[in-house]
Nanobody
Framework: QVQLVESGGGLVQAGGSLRLSCAAS????????MGWFRQAPGKEREFVVA????????YYADSVKGRFTISRNNAKNTVYLQMNSLKPEDTAVYYC?????????????????WGQGTQVTVSS
C-alpha cells in the first residue's frame, strides 16, 4: 500500500507559478512511476504529466508542455510539479498518482494509488 499526500496548491494570478509536492509513504518509492492528473469543475479528470522510476523519462500533456516540469527525488520519496506561466484554464484539483512500474504512463486507469488532491486556482 502506498499513501500519497499532495501539498503546494493555492491561489495565484495568471502568469504566476506554483510548485506542487507529493510525498509517498513507501520506502520502495523508486519502484513506482508517478503521474499528475487534474480535474476541473464539471470536467473529467485528465492527464497532466508522468515520470518514470528514475526520472529520465517524462511525458507531458500538450496543454502544459513548456510550462510545467515534473521531477522526483527518490531519496525523499517525493515527486514535484513545477508550474509556471499559469493560466486560468489550469484551475483544477491536482492529483498525484503512483503505479508499481518502471515505465511512466498517461493512462489514469493504470495507476493503483492516488492522493487526496490539492486545489490550484488561477485568477485572471
Amino acid at each position: 500500500q502506498v499513501q500519497l499526500v499532495e501539498s503546494g496548491g493555492g491561489l495565484v494570478q495568471a502568469g504566476g507559478s506554483l510548485r506542487l509536492s507529493c510525498a509517498a509513504s513507501r520506502r520502495t518509492f523508486s519502484s513506482y512511476a508517478m503521474g499528475w492528473f487534474r480535474q476541473a469543475p464539471g470536467k473529467e479528470r485528465e492527464f497532466v504529466v508522468a515520470i518514470n522510476w528514475n526520472g529520465d523519462s517524462t511525458y507531458y500533456a500538450d496543454s502544459v508542455k513548456g510550462r510545467f516540469t515534473i521531477s522526483r527525488n527518490n531519496a525523499k520519496n517525493t515527486v514535484y510539479l513545477q508550474m509556471n506561466s499559469l493560466k486560468p484554464e489550469d484551475t483544477a484539483v491536482y492529483y498525484c498518482a503512483a503505479v508499481r512500474s518502471a515505465i511512466a504512463t498517461e493512462h489514469q486507469y493504470d495507476y493503483n494509488y492516488w492522493g487526496q488532491g490539492t486545489q490550484v486556482t488561477v485568477s485572471s
